[in-house]
Structure formats: structure tokens, C-alpha cells
Antibody, heavy 114, light 109 residues
Framework: EVQLVESGGGLVQPGGSLRLSCAAS????????MHWVRQAPGKGLEYVSA????????YYANSVKGRFTISRDNSKNTLYLQMGSLRAEDMAVYYC???????WGQGTLVTVSS | SSELTQDPAVSVALGQTVRITCQGD??????ASWYQQKPGQAPVLVIY???NRPSGIPDRFSGSSSGNTASLTITGAQAEDEADYYC????????????FGTGTKVTVL
């Protein structure tokens, strides 16, 4: 059974940093690109970042470029999102998803507030 | 980056048919995927590609596309279909990302 489990969310002050993790199981992690998608409270889905299967290519939405870094450790079957210079508008539930959209995690909430 | 526009809300009587549309330039080049999201839950893929349903998705869900518009049709809507629906496609601006539509709240009366 494919499972994606996010962790690392929490409360952080504006300007702070946070690292999200997404533990994958039930499939060959190293064969798939992975994505991060977020959803602010009461708002729609926003695509955040993507990484190729071997980690060699990364892509970012303009809203997070230069502040967020996506990475992966295929030996640990884990996807990461390092978030820095956090702003109030970054507050959201962050989902990881496998390429194709068939599988999503349950999400982890990031709250940015002083 | 590309944008995908959806009507904010639609309603449908139980057992009737509803069509949700999604408009955007990227849809001239890429198929839309459609996601269903219920409160407090992660999105669930219901349609992908030309008109494909993942395993477990009822056949009352179907997709179509013409020009810059993609549509999701629910034929014989059920109470459990009440949810937010988002279209999604590749971003045609060349940034290798994807884009989501603005979302449509479907209410089953």
C-alpha cells in the first residue's frame, strides 16, 4: 500500500525556518518525481515545488523561489521541503504528492505567527 | 505562470447531472486532471488524461476537453459527491510546474 506521511509542521515566527519531511512507502520512491502542494486556510490548492526522481532537477513556484528548497533522500525514501524567511502568507497545510497525483499525504499544518 | 479559472460554486439536485468547467491557455496543450476534496481531507484524483478514472472512482465521473476548456461531468450526482473540485494541468509557461484551478464547490441538493 502506497503511503505518504508528512511531518515537521508547526508554529513558527515570521522570518523563521522550518523543514518538512514526507516519508514514502509502498512503492519504489526513487522512480518517481515528487511534489509539494499547499492550501492556505479556506483557500484553494497551490503548487509549491517539484523534484525529479533522482533529485537532479528542482522547480519552484514564484511565490517561494529563493526561500524554499526541495530535496530528497532516496536511500531513506524521504522528501523534504526546507522553508526559510517564512511569511504570514506561507501559512497553510502542506501536502506531498507523488507524480501523477494518484497519491497524496494527509498534510502537515504550518502556522506563521508571532 | 498559467492560470486556470473555475466557477466558484454550482449546485445539483440529487441524481441529476452537473458539469464543472475549467478555462485556461495551458489546456490547449495539456489535459486537465480533476481532484475532489472534502473538508479536512487531502485531494483525491478523480479524472486524469483524456478521460481516465483511477481505480475506485465511480463511472459517473467523466472528463472532456475542447480548446481552452476542460470539463468534469458528474452524471447522477450522489450526496457523497458534495465537495470542492479542482482542475489541474501542466503550466504552459515552461517552468516545469503544474497549476491548479481556482476550485468549484459542488452542493448536492
Amino acid at each position: 500500500e502506497v503511503q505518504l506521511v508528512e511531518s515537521g509542521g508547526g508554529l513558527v515566527q515570521p522570518g523563521g525556518s522550518l523543514r518538512l519531511s514526507c516519508a514514502a512507502s509502498g512503492f519504489t520512491f526513487s522512480s518517481y518525481a515528487m511534489h509539494w502542494v499547499r492550501q492556505a486556510p479556506g483557500k484553494g490548492l497551490e503548487y509549491v515545488s517539484a523534484i525529479s526522481s533522482n533529485g537532479g532537477s528542482t522547480y519552484y513556484a514564484n511565490s517561494v523561489k529563493g526561500r524554499f528548497t526541495i530535496s530528497r533522500d532516496n536511500s531513506k525514501n524521504t522528501l523534504y521541503l526546507q522553508m526559510g524567511s517564512l511569511r504570514a502568507e506561507d501559512m497553510a497545510v502542506y501536502y506531498c504528492a507523488r507524480e501523477g497525483g494518484f497519491y497524496w499525504g494527509q498534510g502537515t499544518l504550518v502556522t506563521v505567527s508571532s | 505562470s498559467s492560470e486556470l479559472t473555475q466557477d466558484p460554486a454550482v449546485s445539483v439536485a440529487l441524481g441529476q447531472t452537473v458539469r464543472i468547467t475549467c478555462q485556461g491557455d495551458s489546456l490547449r496543450s495539456y489535459y486537465a486532471s480533476w481532484y475532489q476534496q472534502k473538508p479536512g481531507q487531502a485531494p483525491v484524483l478523480v479524472i486524469y488524461g483524456k478521460n481516465n478514472r483511477p481505480s475506485g472512482i465511480p463511472d459517473r465521473f467523466s472528463g472532456s476537453s475542447s480548446g481552452n476548456t476542460a470539463s468534469l461531468t458528474i452524471t447522477g450526482a450522489q450526496a457523497e459527491d458534495e465537495a470542492d473540485y479542482y482542475c489541474n494541468s501542466r503550466d504552459s509557461s515552461g517552468n516545469h510546474l503544474e497549476v491548479f484551478g481556482t476550485g468549484t464547490k459542488v452542493t448536492v441538493l
